[in-house]
Nanobody, 122 residues
Framework: QVQVVESGGGLVQAGGSLRLSCAAS??????MGWFRQAPGKEREFVAA????????VYADSVKGRFTVSRDNAENTIYLQMNSLKPEDTAVYYC?????????????????WGQGTQVTVSS
């Protein structure tokens, strides 16, 4: 049984930091990524990492502020979020893929977590 479980969300003031974690199990994955959905908006790509080439991709809106990393021993990724802004407020979803062709595209990911709320106050 495949499981994708996020943790680490919460409330933080603008300029602060949070670290999200995500663990996936039950299959062999080739990439994992983070997406987010703010109220009234569509889900958008945040960051992702491919296992084979070690490729890392970020949305323009988070470049220089967010860092995605992997625990090489596990199907676990982290999202370190620094210099948070109120517009980063959203439910953050972790996703896992068995292929790693187009990391920013949500259709690549067949397995999703339940989401974790991140709220940034001004």
């Amino acid at each position: 049984q495949v499981q994708v479980v996020e943790s680490g969300g919460g409330l933080v003031q603008a300029g602060g930091s949070l670290r999200l974690s995500c663990a996936a199990s039950g299959r062999t994955f080739r990439a994992m990524g983070w997406f987010r959905q703010a109220p009234g908006k569509e889900r958008e790509f945040v960051a992702a990492r491919g296992w084979t080439a070690g490729s890392t991709v970020y949305a323009d809106s988070v470049k220089g502020r967010f860092t995605v990393s992997r625990d090489n021993a596990e199907n676990t990724i982290y999202l370190q979020m620094n210099s948070l802004k109120p517009e980063d407020t959203a439910v953050y979803y972790c996703a896992a893929a068995i292929v790693a062709a187009d990391l920013p595209s949500d259709y690549e990911y067949g397995y999703w977590g339940q989401g974790t709320q991140v709220t940034v106050s001004s």
